[in-house]
C-alpha cells in the first residue's frame, strides 16, 4: 500500500512538475514593454530578421516622443482634474484659461495622431503586402481611421 502511495505522489509531482515547466516556455511574451510589444510584433507577422530590425529602430527611435507625449496627457487630465475641482468648489469657470486648456489639449492630440501615424506607416513599409494587410488590420481598432 505504501509503495502503491508513494508511486501516485512521484507520478502526481512528475506530471504537475511537467505540466508547469511547459506552460512557462509556451508563456507568451509580456506585452506591456517595448521589446514585448516588438517581439508579439514578430511572431505575429511572421516578421524575418532584417524587416524586426528596421521596425525596431523606428520604435526605438519614436518611443522617447511618444511616451514624453504620454506623459503631457498625463498632466493635462490632472489638469482637468483641477478645472473641475475648482469649477464644483467655486461654482466659477475661468472660460478663457479653460479655452487655451482646450485648445493645447486638441493641438496634443492631433500631435499624438500624427506621431502614431507616422510610425505605423513607417512600419508597414518594411512589411511584405500580407504583413502589412494583417498590421493594418490588428492596429486598426486601436488607431481607428488614423490610416485613411
Known sequence: MRRLLLTLALGLAAGLGTHLAYFRYHEPAATDTLEGQLAWM??????????????????????????????????????????????????????LEFSRFVESRRNLNRECLDSTRQLVLASAEVMTPDQRQHYIRLVEPLVGSLLN
Open 42 to 95: 514578430k511572431t505575429e507577422l511572421k516578421l524575418t530578421d532584417a524587416q524586426f530590425t528596421r521596425i525596431q529602430e523606428l520604435h526605438r527611435a519614436s518611443h522617447p516622443r511618444l511616451r514624453a507625449m504620454a506623459e503631457q496627457v498625463a498632466q493635462m487630465q490632472t489638469e482637468f482634474g483641477e478645472f473641475e475641482r475648482t469649477r464644483r468648489a467655486t461654482d466659477r469657470v475661468d472660460f
